[in-house]
T-cell receptor, first 114, second 113 residues
Framework: TQLLEQSPQFLSIQEGENLTVYCNSS?????LQWYRQEPGEGPVLLVTVVTGGEVKKLKRLTFQFGDARKDSSLHITAAQPGDTGLYLC??????????????FGQGTILTVHP | DTGVSQDPRHKITKRGQNVTFRCDPISEHNRLYWYRQTLGQGPEFLTYFQNEAQLEKSRLLSDRFSAERPKGSFSTLEIQRTEQGDSAMYLCAGGGLSTDTQYFGPGTRLTVL
């Protein structure tokens, strides 16, 4: 069974601070995705990283895929109250009988105070 | 808006009752997934359809759970003889065959009393 461990589980910071969320696994994934979920809604895809060592930027968000494709991080610069939400990492094993199903971490609840 | 809709958004039922949820993806979504998410956790995979064929089921899907996608379009998830442990958010996601991107619906929040 593949597992993804996210840390920290909870993060409460002030507006303007930087933060990093980590996603670690003992297994290799074909690709890894980061989602953001708001209360009462489904997860919304932020980014997909595929290549080991890959770095992607989305405005103030920077995503990194580990060289061995077992871990990833999400860094937010100058956090804003609008960044508040549940951040989820999810691994994908393409091909075979996995059919693209997602294995999610337990999530990080981020609260940014004005 | 992902184009994936789910109905109902909320369902409260008594233990032992049967419930059915519906998911409507967009027409291009050959792939359809069901996930279950409990409070404070990430979603867990339940089952996968490729068009009308159910190709994978998680061991989380006990014999009280059944899912269908009769015409390869909408899908239903039925839970028979509900238990309090079934209380969760049930999420549906659609996607194309040539992409890893899944588009999630808003979910159905089930509360079993």
């Amino acid at each position: 069974t593949q597992l993804l461990e996210q840390s920290p589980q909870f993060l409460s910071i002030q507006e303007g601070e930087n933060l990093t969320v980590y996603c670690n696994s003992s297994s290799v994934f074909s690709s890894l995705q980061w989602y953001r979920q708001e209360p009462g809604e489904g997860p919304v895809l932020l980014v997909t990283v595929v290549t080991g060592g890959e770095v992607k930027k989305l405005k103030r968000l920077t995503f990194q895929f580990g060289d061995a494709r077992k871990d990833s991080s999400l860094h937010i610069t100058a956090a804003q109250p609008g960044d508040t939400g549940l951040y989820l990492c999810a691994g994908i094993n393409a091909g075979g009988t996995s059919y693209g199903k997602l294995t999610f971490g337990q999530g990080t609840i981020l609260t940014v105070h004005p | 808006d992902t184009g994936v809709s789910q109905d109902p958004r909320h369902k409260i039922t008594k233990r032992g009752q049967n419930v059915t949820f519906r998911c409507d993806p967009i027409s291009e979504h050959n792939r359809l997934y069901w996930y279950r998410q409990t409070l404070g956790q990430g979603p867990e995979f339940l089952t996968y359809f490729q068009n009308e064929a159910q190709l994978e089921k998680s061991r989380l899907l006990s014999d009280r759970f059944s899912a269908e996608r009769p015409k390869g379009s909408f899908s239903t998830l039925e839970i028979q003889r509900t238990e309090q442990g079934d209380s969760a958010m049930y999420l549906c996601a659609g996607g194309g065959l040539s992409t890893d991107t899944q588009y999630f619906g808003p979910g159905t929040r089930l509360t079993v009393l």
